[in-house]
Each structure stands twice: as structure tokens, then as C-alpha cells.
């Protein structure tokens, strides 16, 4: 599914830690079949709110992800597959 451009999404890998967001896309194509999976077992889905919590010490990677109640670690190459509109509190 393609969300709508909008001039405040970006994709998951540069959202900031301790910014929540909503997810807009994710390019399922980008992915592997077993990422793919993962990820979908993990809850990402168009809609979840999602919160990076921090960042690995090398390179940034991998990244420590809130999802709902769950904490997961994802590459960063991943959440780059993951588009996400930054929420306004």
C-alpha cells in the first residue's frame, strides 16, 4: 500500500529516539520474504504506532523499536523499508 506524500514523512531509520510515530507504509518488496515475516509477526502494520528507543552503538545498528507493548530490535536497513508520519503531542 502507497501512502499519500506528505512533507513529514520519513522513513523509520531517521526518526529520532523517543519520537512516536504512526506508520504509513512499509515496501514489502524491499524486504525479504523471512524480514517480511518478521516484521509482521512483530506488529508492524500500516497504522501501528511505533517508537524508536535507541540506537546501537556501531553504526547505529541494530535499532531498538517499541511496538505497542513490545520492544524489538530491527536493522536499520530494514526500518528504512518502513515509512512513518512523526505524532504531534
Known amino acids: 500500500m502507497n501512502a499519500p506524500f506528505s512533507p513529514e514523512m520519513l522513513s523509520l531509520d531517521l526518526l529520532k529516539v523517543g519520537t512516536k510515530a504512526r506508520i504509513l507504509s512499509i515496501d514489502w518488496s524491499a524486504l525479504d520474504h523471512a524480514e517480511s515475516c518478521r516484521l509482521r509477526h512483530f506488529g508492524f502494520d ?39 508520519l512523526p505524532i504531534q503531542q
Open 46 to 84: 500500516e497504522g501501528v504506532t511505533v517508537e524508536p528507543l535507541h540506537l546501537g552503538p556501531f553504526g547505529r545498528d541494530p535499532l531498538a523499536i517499541r511496538v505497542g507493548r513490545m520492544t524489538v530490535a530491527i536493522r536499520r536497513k530494514h526500518a528504512g523499508a518502513v515509512r512513518v
